[in-house]
């Protein structure tokens, strides 16, 4: 995700703490940069969280790997009850079964390739041919060629288009034009709900398209709809899972517990590379057979690696001893006091937030992912030592859940400066000699 024949030199981060990286840039200047973005949504409770580094320093010294099959250890099975009992408390009230069983991999991609196999694979060990799969429009799952066929064609796989199995995109449901796509799901179930395995959502909110939202509402609606096809719900929870939009998983605020979940990202507070399928006893029962041909065939080297298990150990008492939920209300309160700010701008389309994300879609003749709003803001943030890392003409926060409500403060302020900066370079392209007498409508974020 990084051209490098105009990217410039990276920044080279020699250690980092709570919200901060610390390092130098490319000309060796040393610098503390605001991580506004959770090092890609990854970093929840902050960088070098003591009670995560002092689990895998602890972990290291007894175990750091060991193969996953025939064999167990101590961490990965305390960390299975932990997470599953998480899991089922944060859906208790749901609709639908609850996970009873975990398939470890090495990141959210992957954890989304085995959910699609697990799906497929449940119906044809039941007798039934179930080969299609049913996905959003704006959907992104991964980069792998599973993930890449489930997410929606567009740039992030356009190159790989020929190389990747058919896949129904439902038109995604903006607000207030829900009822096209109940419409499109309708007709789609009608003709092939009997041929499909599964149906994968983000839920409530797509992130890689530009943090683009949707009805808890609907997403129940949709499920409703798919479970009269006995079409099995796969919930991609890598970024919405662990606290991103306000609740511990985006699809309880649905009021549905789905059959496969895949996690990753936050799971380990961000420390280490984990992904992670939670599926039913139903799902799991389908591969329990006498014969080993029955089994669930699929591996990853580092599944059930015993230092990530440590690290997500670690994360979970973290949601048990501090007030988590707490600083994200915090934060989302913050998010949309300053959502009145930024939306009245004239340069601003439109605001998003949800729980701990804000997002700010730039108005741009160039939306999308290629929109060159990206790069001045980006380099001016840089400047001002925050990272946010635009995704085309939408700039997005997504902190870190210890950042105090001063640390938020400089992220506004210093995004307001760039959007005034990014008004001016346009107006300065467009020939514009009153560029600096140009208004602003905000000087200083209260």
């Not at 994360?315 to 300053?338: C, F, G, M």
């Not at 701008?345 to 290629?370: C, M, N, Q």
């Amino acid at each position: 995700m990084t051209q490098h024949k105009i990217a410039g030199p990276a920044f080279n981060v020699e250690s980092a703490e709570g919200i901060y990286l610390h390092g130098r840039d490319g000309d060796g200047i040393e610098r503390s940069i605001i991580d506004g973005i959770s090092s890609w949504w990854v970093n929840t409770h902050g960088h070098c969280h003591p009670t995560i580094v002092e689990a895998v320093r602890g972990q290291a010294g007894k175990l750091e790997q060991v193969v996953f099959a025939g064999f167990t250890h101590d961490t990965a099975e305390r960390l299975t009850r932990k997470l599953l009992s998480t899991v089922r408390a944060a859906f208790d009230g749901c609709e639908g079964r609850k996970p009873e069983f975990c398939f470890y991999s090495d990141s959210g991609s992957t954890a989304v390739e085995v959910a699609i196999k697990m799906a497929v694979g449940y119906f044809k060990a039941n007798g039934q041919k179930r080969n299609r799969i049913l996905a959003m429009d704006g959907a992104y799952h991964g980069d792998t060629f599973g993930a890449m066929s489930a997410s929606s064609r567009g740039i992030f796989n356009e190159d790989w288009a020929d190389m990747l199995f058919d896949v129904t995109h439902l038109p995604f449901p903006e607000q207030g034009n829900e009822v096209k796509t109940f419409q499109a799901l309708e007709r789609y179930l009608k003709k092939h709900g009997k041929e499909t395995a599964g149906f994968v959502f983000e839920p409530i909110v797509q992130g890689s398209v530009g943090f683009r939202m949707y009805s808890p509402m609907v997403l129940q609606k949709m499920a409703q709809m798919c479970r009269e096809y006995d079409v099995l719900l796969i919930a991609d929870e890598v970024m919405t899972g662990f606290g991103r939009t306000g609740t511990m998983f985006a699809s309880a605020q649905a009021a549905i517990s789905p059959d496969l979940m895949c996690l990753s990202k936050g799971l380990t507070g961000g420390f280490l590379p984990m992904g992670a399928t939670l599926a039913s006893k139903e799902i799991y029962k389908a591969f329990y057979r006498d014969e080993k041909g029955g089994m669930f065939l699929h591996s990853t080297s580092f599944t059930g690696n015993a230092l990530s298990c440590a690290a997500a150990m670690a994360s979970l008492k973290i949601w048990d001893d501090e007030p988590v939920l707490e600083r994200i209300q915090n934060i989302e309160n913050a998010h949309r006091t300053a959502s009145s700010w930024f939306g009245v701008r004239p340069d601003v389309k439109e605001v998003r937030v949800k729980g701990t994300i804000f997002a700010v879609e730039v108005s741009d003749e160039k939306a999308g992912y290629l929109s060159d709003v990206a790069g001045p803001i980006y380099n001016f943030m840089m400047a001002n030592n925050v990272l946010l890392r635009p995704i085309g003409n939408v700039v997005y926060i997504l902190p870190p859940y210890c950042i105090e409500m001063h640390e938020l403060e400089r992220i506004y302020d210093s995004l307001w400066r760039a959007l005034d900066h990014l008004r001016d370079l346009r107006a300065v392209d467009q020939g514009d000699d009153e560029a600096e007498q140009m208004p602003r409508v905000r000087q200083k974020v209260a």
